[in-house]
Nanobody, 117 residues
Framework: QVQLVESGGGLVQPGGSLRLSCAAS????????MGWYRQAPGKQRELVSA???????NYADSVKGRFAISRDIAKNTVYLQMNSLKPEDTAVYYCNARGTFIQFDYWGQGTQVTVSS
């Protein structure tokens, strides 16, 4: 069974930076897409950014130019560098791994990101 373990969340002031990491244990079949979602209180979970095993990326409009996703295929790890953080970025951030041809959909337990002065 694959497990996704997130780390790197915390409290940061507006304008600050955080780097989230998500390490996957077990075999993640390729091709696949790994991504970050977030859910703020009272809101639906939304896609923040995703990256395919071939390196293609996409971002939510609200984070373009501020966040950067990357991955280390060999380590089965995906990262989210978050810069110029805003209070509206406050949410629980979840890591996701999804198969392209072989069906699987794994989620991490979530990590809290709070942007506040």
């Amino acid at each position: 069974q694959v497990q996704l373990v997130e780390s790197g969340g915390g409290l940061v002031q507006p304008g600050g930076s955080l780097r989230l990491s998500c390490a996957a244990s077990g075999t993640i079949f390729r091709p696949n897409t790994m991504g970050w979602y977030r859910q703020a209180p009272g809101k639906q979970r939304e896609l923040v950014s995703a990256i395919t095993s071939s390196g293609s990326t996409n971002y939510a409009d609200s984070v373009k130019g501020r966040f950067a996703i990357s991955r280390d295929i060999a380590k089965n790890t995906v990262y989210l560098q978050m810069n110029s953080l805003k209070p509206e970025d406050t949410a629980v951030y979840y890591c996701n791994a999804r198969g392209t041809f072989i069906q699987f959909d794994y989620w991490g337990q979530g990590t809290q990101v709070t942007v506040s002065s």
